[in-house]
């Protein structure tokens, strides 16, 4: 099982910034869909964003375009999520996972896997005060 470990996460005002790091434990990056969820207290856990790592191709969801971006560090077997422009409703814990992936049909994959083929980080807590 590949490990993921996510740091970056704190609390910040309405309108700052900040940046997630996910570390993953793989010989290499490319191969597969990385994605951020959240999952706000009393809410089902939602995608944010996903990179197919093998082209970068990335997505996001309507709620954060425009403001948080994703991205990657091959060397570094590291997935970014750049924060920007945050609102209290973003406040959230937020989780990094990974699953092998073919093309970058990254959505595609959230119901078409099965919950063993998924690698998940311990989450980290993002704190938005208004």
């Known amino acids: 099982q590949v490990q993921l470990v996510e740091s970056g996460g704190g609390s910040v005002q309405a309108g700052g910034s900040l940046r997630l790091s996910c570390a993953a434990s793989v010989e290499t990056l490319p191969g597969a869909c990385m994605f951020w969820f959240r999952q706000a207290p009393g809410k089902e856990r939602e995608p944010v964003a996903s990179i197919y790592t093998t082209n970068e191709y990335t997505k996001s969801a309507d709620s954060v375009k425009g403001r948080f971006t994703m991205s990657q560090d091959s060397a570094k077997k590291t997935v970014y999520l750049q924060m920007n422009s945050l609102k209290p409703e973003d406040t959230a814990m937020y989780y990094c996972?990974?699953?092998?992936?073919?093309?970058?049909?990254?959505?595609?994959?959230?119901?078409?896997?099965?919950?063993?083929?998924?690698?998940w980080g311990q989450g980290i807590q993002v704190t938005v005060s208004s």
């Open positions: 996972a990974r699953v092998r992936a073919f093309n970058r049909d990254c959505y595609g994959l959230l119901l078409g896997r099965p919950a063993a083929d998924w690698s």
